[in-house]
């Protein structure tokens, strides 16, 4: 995999990083994307929060979308269970179709 070396600038501040050529897509979403963050947190506080605050603000609103997305994706014991259930059902059924065709 090529890499490649890209600056990206978060909240003003210049970062140089070594990343997979077929990523800088990704990273410069990203940049835009926490910068636009960022800038709203200042818009809505204003001189009320510092800069450190507003990037603070901005993870945290990541981290909490990242744990919601992570639950969201999770499938509960109830869920399997039923799944479990509902595959059951269907491998019964089957089995009879297949067995009243043969007969």
């Known amino acids: 995999m090529a890499k490649q070396k890209i600056n990206l600038r978060v909240a003003g501040k210049a970062y140089q990083m070594t990343i997979d050529s077929d990523k800088e897509e990704v990273y410069r979403l990203a940049e835009r994307d926490v910068n636009a963050n960022v800038g709203e947190v200042q818009r809505n506080f204003g001189d009320k929060m510092s800069l450190q605050d507003c990037l603070a603000i901005t993870a945290l609103r990541y981290g909490i979308n990242s744990i919601a997305i ?26 009879r179709l297949s067995t009243s065709k043969k007969g």
Do not use: V
């Open 70 to 95: 992570s639950r969201q994706n999770e499938m509960s014991d109830e869920d399997l269970k039923a799944l479990d259930t509902l595959s059951q059902r269907l491998d019964k059924h089957l089995n």
